[in-house]
């Protein structure tokens, strides 16, 4: 069966309080349209956020969508089938975000054309690259800011997470509880000044249900896996996706751990997702031919 959730059915944290847009089966197809992380309040370069935006109102996700049957301890795999994106986006900067934010003077706004498949920067023009930045489940007790990654997934801002991929995702209350949204048309590994192309979308999405337990959101595709782990520091967020990386070889391969770490090693990639939300976001890269 084929579904459809507007963009007015938001959410702005992952909560067991809130309340299903829609209910659907494992094996069905959901078109999800997907507002941009700025709820459409920035459409012009006169506007910007500036100190007068409602940060609790970042990030708004569409959802959320229960699944029947998913119960706590369950494993979530949705399918990315398609993303399709607005004619425009937006790029924000402001003073203090990222890494050298005190070189930004006051909140600057970039609008950004979208066609033929390209975006189009002050006279750069380049191929755009579709990714969902947040993708999650319902945590189990409290509410989580759709603005946070954490294990329940949220706002992963991982580039792999897109068309062509598989997203695990732990359940920890019945009906999971997904909700998806912040899709950039493109956006480089860190989200290096707080913010990709960010923009509207209609997402095609179809679901699975896996009795299996995972710890962890988890990525797929063609070539590989990726570990995705989230920290308060970057050192934090790599022993944890690490830690996951060893443990799935390890089981996958029926070797020792310390057998598994030397072949994390030699085949392995350490990425960093995002360094701009509130916890870091890392990712190790498992490709599918060392299992």
Request: a negative charge.
């Amino acid at each position: 069966m084929i579904h459809k959730i507007g963009r007015d059915r938001v959410i702005y944290e992952m909560s067991p309080a809130n309340c299903r847009a829609i209910e659907v089966s494992p094996g069905d197809t959901i078109i999800v349209e997907t507002e941009d992380c700025f709820g459409h309040a920035i459409v012009s370069e006169l506007q910007t956020v500036g100190s007068g935006f409602d940060f609790s109102h970042i990030n708004p996700a569409t959802g959320p969508i229960g699944v029947r049957g998913a119960l706590p301890g369950d494993t979530l795999i949705v399918n990315i089938e398609s993303i399709e994106v607005d004619e425009k986006g937006v790029v924000e900067t402001c003073p203090g975000w990222g890494p050298v934010g005190e070189i930004v003077s006051d909140c600057v706004t970039e609008m950004v054309p979208i066609r033929d498949g390209h975006a189009s920067f002050k006279g750069t023009r380049f191929a755009i690259k579709p990714m969902i930045g947040v993708i999650g489940t319902s945590p189990a007790k409290e509410s989580v800011s759709c603005g946070t990654p954490g294990l329940h997934g949220g706002n992963l801002d991982t580039n792999d997470i897109c068309a062509g991929s598989k997203v695990f995702l732990p359940v920890f209350v019945e009906g999971a509880n997904l909700a998806l949204g912040d899709v950039h048309a493109r956006m480089g590994n860190g989200e290096i000044c707080g913010t990709g192309i960010e923009i509207r979308a209609t997402v095609r999405i179809s679901i699975e249900l896996d009795r299996s337990t995972i710890d962890g959101p988890m990525v797929e595709n063609d070539n590989a896996f990726y570990m995705v782990h989230s920290a308060k520091t970057f050192e934090e967020a790599t022993r944890g996706a690490v830690e996951r990386a060893v443990r799935f070889i390890a089981d996958r391969k029926s070797i020792s751990k310390s057998e598994a770490y030397m072949l994390t090693s030699i085949t392995c990639d350490l990425t960093v997702s995002q360094i701009v939300n509130p916890l870091v976001t890392v990712r190790v890269k498992i490709p599918k031919e060392i299992l």
